[in-house]
């Protein structure tokens, strides 16, 4: 399905955050049509920080995203409706070193700035530029279990965008 989709002042978004993140998922998406990865994520975090509407997203360094992630000065985060939760999947638990997501799932990607890839099938975009990132580290970990979602010691890196745009999907 191809979608349009209208730019939304993201103070009126009436989705719980919580749910968004954790429980509907994420696409994390850094790169230019030509070139670009997306990965699942189901970890992050969006608000107020130094007088800014931001987005926060964690990549490891053994994800091919990653490396997208560093060169690239603006992500998306996209969110989809329930019935592409299979895409969701695909894109958590396949590497974009080793297939095509889009071809593979269907996504289709589109350029909601020049230099941003996000997804047709969408129904809320995220378009941010990076001010700021940050690698985890374990020294700082003041709960000792959080220790436990490491245990191969892969901590992210933690990417704090800008909210450029919000788009919501026009059904």
Not at 126 to 147: A, G, Q, R, S
Request: aromatic content about 12%; overall charge negative.
């Amino acid at each position: 399905m191809e979608r349009d989709f209208q730019e939304i002042d993201p103070r009126k978004l009436d989705d719980n955050v919580f749910e968004l993140i954790a429980d509907q998922w994420m696409l994390v998406t850094a790169g230019e049509t030509d070139g670009y990865n997306t990965m699942t994520a189901s970890w992050g975090a969006m608000g107020e920080l130094w007088s800014r509407k931001i987005c926060v997203a964690f990549v490891r360094p053994q994800r091919y995203t990653y490396g997208f992630m560093n060169r690239m000065e603006r992500f998306t985060l996209s969110f989809f409706d329930e019935g592409h939760r299979d895409k969701l999947e695909f894109c958590g638990t396949h590497s974009g070193r080793d297939v095509d997501k889009a071809a593979r799932t269907g996504l289709m990607p589109f350029p909601p700035t020049d230099d941003t890839v996000a997804f047709r099938q969408a129904r809320l975009i995220m378009v941010c530029k990076k001010i700021y990132t940050h690698d985890l580290d374990p020294d700082n970990f003041l709960e000792p279990d959080i220790e436990d979602c490491y245990p191969e010691k892969g901590y992210h890196r933690m990417y704090v965008g800008r909210l450029e745009r919000a788009l919501r999907a026009i059904d």
